[in-house]
Each structure stands twice: as structure tokens, then as C-alpha cells.
């Protein structure tokens, strides 16, 4: 792909769509129910689609946003944005107005393509979020001009002059402590890292559940460079995800740990051969060791953690023999630095600590980001002065370099059966909003299945406790998620407070997850909006 750092590098897209793709010709590249895309068709129609865009004025300095829910097409999008030299915007098909307004504010679009698959709620939150930019629809069932029409239609030049590597930026959607969105800016280093660093450095038929059009796709990217088949579902059930297994075809796959203990409840399975089977890979959220190893018994030794954050994508692994060594002694563990990253484990001064010793987990390598776009002060915030990355997440690791997690630093919870980042700010702005309501905070509590769930604490006036159902209202009216709403409430007369004056929530948390350590061990850093 040329000389690591040179700006005149041919870009990731390039290299793929002249080299890599022909190379597999008519194998299947991606599939989508009864869709099914070859390589060729695969880089036929890259090509094509940077033709349009470019046709769009869409180059260096111009961004296209994508909201689309899985299909063949739009793993088409990201490519064909950067071989034109746009910044690509992948969006979610699963946000609220106020969380696409909140990114179009930071990272505006000049191109938005909309599949025509996703809810009518969706699509018209993201459309009125970025009312400025062109929109097309993916699909010819949406409300605009249909973009695949026009790809068919367009005829690339014989010799095009694709962007070049310096060109290439995705932005991605996280959250923070605060529960505003940040727009987190990747350049082409970290497509060049994981293409040279692949997760899977072997062709598979590796099903995704997550999904494409966001931080999923970049599991995907990995395999297509190097000729593995990806399967897309629509959406994760035990049912679909059994049926693709009873199949035969799937060699990989990707779930959340929640997902994952589904799919081990789930009595479809029982009669299922997976030894086909040759990895699992798993992040983004809490995994017991007791579920692990009922995964190792149903599955083999093939589980493979990421720990990584939407900031970082790819600090620490723990790999297929990790998951088994000394009886699996190191199930609890994060794994080790990728072979491109630098892992420390910092004090609130940034000074090194020995191994044993407790501090926040932090990281710097060209997986990091560049910066939070349009937020120069939580750039700022989110490094130290020497440029290690703080990932918001408490650990140690041992004398032979294992990272293990502890806690998280700020006060995300990760719950869902797709690893949701609930932000607590928003959820207790929400129950504010009820008259009763005086004080709240929101704190994760242990959850059997999804390893965390939301756990309001709230303060009244004497007398006037509303129904749990009443607030639960308030909450889902505000954030329109139902993910958001609290799992129980408690009612108390205030909340503790720290010397400071902030609210304590260490000290709430403390009598829930006492005897539930290993719940609090997470697969994505507390700043993360999920990376998996």
C-alpha cells in the first residue's frame, strides 16, 4: 500500500479494489439473505459508486453519511467514499433525533444516503439532522433518487486517479461521561494497521450480527482483504443465528457476550454441528468466566476477545489458547497489546505504574484517533501530555504483560444485548423532568444476562413518590430508546456526596456489585461507544 507515513501512499481502497478483490474474482465476497455479491461485483461496484460520488462533488474536504441497517450495499459505501476522497459518516440506524443532531452539528454532511430499509422514525430523525446535505436513498423504496440506480448507470474512467492515503477519514459516533456524542476522526493509519493486522488473518465465512454501516464493518474490512466471505443478518436472534450455524457455512462469527449466552440458552442449538467452527470473537461487554467456559464446552477452544474502544479500535486480544492455559486462569483477563499497540497502566498524574498496581488503562499506536471533532477541549481531556490515550477504564496487569479490568472510571453502563453505551446524564436529565423528581443518578447494577443494568436512585419530596411506570414514561418519551429505560428504581432521601460535592456514586454502586466482580469486567473502555 506504500511507504507507511507518505502522503502520496495509495490509499487502503485503492489497493483493494485494483489488487485484492480481482484476486478472489467470482468467490462470494458478501451476502445478504438471498443477495449475494461476488468480489468482482464487489469492486465493479466500489468503482462505480466513487464515480457518482465524485459526480456529486464529493472530494478532500466533503463528507458523506451513510444510515443503514445491514445489506450488501452498504459495505460498498465506505470504500467508494474513500477511493473518492470524502470523509465517510456512518450513522447508526437505531438513534433519536437528539443524538443525530448532535453529530450533525460537529461533523455536517454534504451527501446523506439513507436505506430505505430502516424505520420511518429513523429515517426521519437523520434526514431533519442533516436537512442541508443531498440525500439519496439506498434502495428504491426511499424518499430520494435511488443511489444503486445511478451506480448501475455510471461508467468509471479507464484510468482513474483515485485519493490518495492522506485523504481518508471516517468519523465514528461514541459518548462520554458528559452523555454528549463525540465524533471520533480516524485517518488512514489505522486501515493500513488493521489491514497489516488483520482479526482475521485467515479466509472464513464469518457471520455479523452488528451493524456494517458502523464500527461492525471494520471486523468485516479485515476479512474481505483477505478473501473471507461475510454474512450478514439483519438483526441477532438466537433462531437466525442457529440457523445460519445448522447450515454448515459458517466457519466465524461475531457476537456480544450477551448474544452469545442467548445463543447458549437457546435449545435449537443442542442439535446443531458447529464444529465448523474456527473462531468466535466477542467484545463490548461483560463476560462472566462461568459463561465463557460453558462457551468453550458448546463451541471448542475458538473464542477470541477484543478489548478496544471506538477511540482505539484493537488495544489488547486474548486469543484461542489464552481462553484454556492453566485451566483457563486467564478468563478474567483483557489479554495482551496488540503487536502495533502500547498499553501502560497510569496513575491521575500519567506516571507508569509497576504490575499489580491499580490504575487507569492507557494506550497509544495508530489504532488511537486523531481527535474529537469540532471538541478541542475533550481532545484535550482525553490524553495525557505524552500522547497516551486514557481509556477511562481501571486495571492492572500481571508480571507476563495481561491486561485485566477492574472498573470503569466514569459512569457509562454497558447493558443490551448489542453492548449499548448508556450515558447516565441522560437518563436522570430525563426522570428531572417529572415534577416529583428532586435529585437522581443512574448506576449500573449486576444483570444475570447482559452483565449491567440501569439502576436509577431517586430523590422525592416527602410524600410524593410516583409509580416506577410514570417515570419509565418520562424516560422513554425524552430518549425515545427503550434500551435507556431503568431495569428498578430506589427511592432515598438524598443522594451521598463526595468532599467535593459531587455525588458519590462509587458509594451507591458499592453494595450491588459487592460479590459481582467479574460483572464489572468489560470488553470496551467506559468512554467507548462500543467497539466490537
Not at 412 to 431: C, D, K, Q, R, W
Request: glycine share 10%.
Amino acid at each position: 500500500m506504500g511507504a507507511t507515513g507518505d502522503a502520496k501512499e495509495r490509499s487502503y481502497a485503492a489497493w483493494l479494489v485494483d489488487e485484492e478483490f480481482p484476486r478472489h474474482g467470482n468467490r462470494e465476497a458478501v451476502v445478504h439473505g438471498g443477495h449475494r455479491m461476488t468480489f468482482a461485483e464487489l469492486g465493479e461496484t466500489v468503482r462505480r459508486m466513487a464515480t457518482v460520488f465524485r459526480s456529486l462533488g464529493l472530494g478532500p474536504g466533503r463528507t458523506v453519511a451513510l444510515a443503514s441497517g445491514n445489506r450488501a450495499e452498504a459495505v460498498c459505501v465506505p470504500f467508494a467514499a474513500h477511493l473518492a476522497g470524502a470523509r465517510f459518516l456512518p450513522m447508526p440506524a437505531d438513534r433519536g433525533p437528539a443524538e443525530y443532531a448532535s453529530v450533525a452539528a460537529k461533523a455536517p454532511a454534504d451527501v446523506l444516503i439513507v436505506d430505505d430499509r430502516i424505520s420511518a422514525p429513523c429515517a426521519e430523525a437523520v434526514t431533519a439532522a442533516f436537512a442541508g446535505a443531498q440525500l439519496w436513498s439506498l434502495g428504491p423504496e426511499g424518499p430520494a433518487k435511488d443511489l444503486m440506480t445511478a451506480v448501475r448507470q455510471a461508467r468509471p474512467p479507464a484510468d482513474p486517479e483515485w485519493a490518495e492515503a492522506g485523504q481518508v477519514e471516517t468519523v465514528l459516533c461514541t459518548g462520554g461521561t458528559t452523555g454528549l456524542t463525540k465524533c471520533v476522526l480516524h485517518r488512514h493509519r489505522m486501515y493500513r494497521t488493521l489491514l497489516e493486522h488483520p482479526f482475521l488473518p485467515e479466509p472464513v465465512r464469518l457471520l455479523v450480527t452488528s451493524q456494517i454501516a458502523h464500527v461492525g464493518g471494520l471486523y468485516a474490512l479485515t476479512g474481505l482483504a483477505r478473501g473471507s466471505t461475510i454474512l450478514l443478518l439483519d438483526r441477532f436472534t438466537p433462531e437466525a443465528v442457529t440457523a445460519a450455524l445448522a447450515s454448515g457455512r459458517i466457519t466465524a462469527m461475531m457476537l456480544m457476550p450477551p448474544m452469545l449466552y442467548r445463543l447458549l440458552d437457546h435449545p435449537g442449538l443442542a442439535g446443531v454441528d458447529c464444529s465448523g467452527l474456527r473462531r468466535i470473537m466477542y467484545g463490548a461487554s461483560p463476560i462472566t468466566p462461568d459463561r465463557a467456559r460453558q462457551a468453550l464446552d458448546r463451541f471448542g477452544p475458538v473464542l477470541w476477545q477484543l478489548y478496544g474502544m471506538t477511540e482505539a479500535f484493537g488495544i489488547t486480544a486474548l486469543d484461542e489458547p489464552g481462553h484454556t492455559v492453566d485451566g483457563g486462569r486467564l478468563l478474567r483477563s483483557a489479554g495482551r497489546p496488540f503487536p502495533d499497540m502500547e498499553v501502560s497502566i497510569r496513575d491521575e498524574q500519567g506516571l507508569p505504574l509497576p504490575p499489580g498496581q491499580a490504575g487507569e488503562v492507557c494506550t497509544r499506536g495508530p489504532r488511537v484517533m486523531e481527535c474529537y471533532v469540532g471538541q478541542p477541549e475533550a481532545t484535550a481531556a482525553a490524553f495525557h501530555p505524552d500522547g497516551w490515550l486514557r481509556t477511562g477504564d481501571l486495571g492492572y496487569r500481571d508480571e507476563e504483560g495481561c491486561f485485566f479490568l477492574l472498573d470503569r472510571r466514569n459512569d457509562v453502563i454497558i447493558t443490551g444485548e448489542s453492548g449499548s453505551a448508556i450515558y447516565s446524564p441522560l437518563v436522570e436529565n430525563a426522570l428531572a423532568t417529572h415534577p416529583a423528581v428532586r435529585a437522581a443518578a443512574v448506576i449500573p447494577v449486576p444483570h444475570p444476562l447482559y452483565g449491567q443494568a440501569v439502576h436509577a436512585v431517586v430523590v422525592t419530596g416527602p410524600g410524593d413518590r410516583p409509580p416506577t411506570e410514570e417515570l419509565r414514561r418520562r424516560v422513554l418519551d425524552e430518549l425515545e430508546r427503550p434500551v435507556y429505560l431503568p431495569a428498578s428504581f430506589e427511592f432515598v432521601d438524598a443522594l451521598p456526596l463526595t468532599p467535593i460535592g459531587k455525588v458519590d456514586k462509587t458509594a451507591l454502586r458499592a453494595p450491588y456489585w459487592a460479590g459481582h466482580p467479574s460483572l464489572l469486567h468489560g470488553a470496551t473502555a467506559a468512554e467507548s461507544g462500543g467497539a466490537g
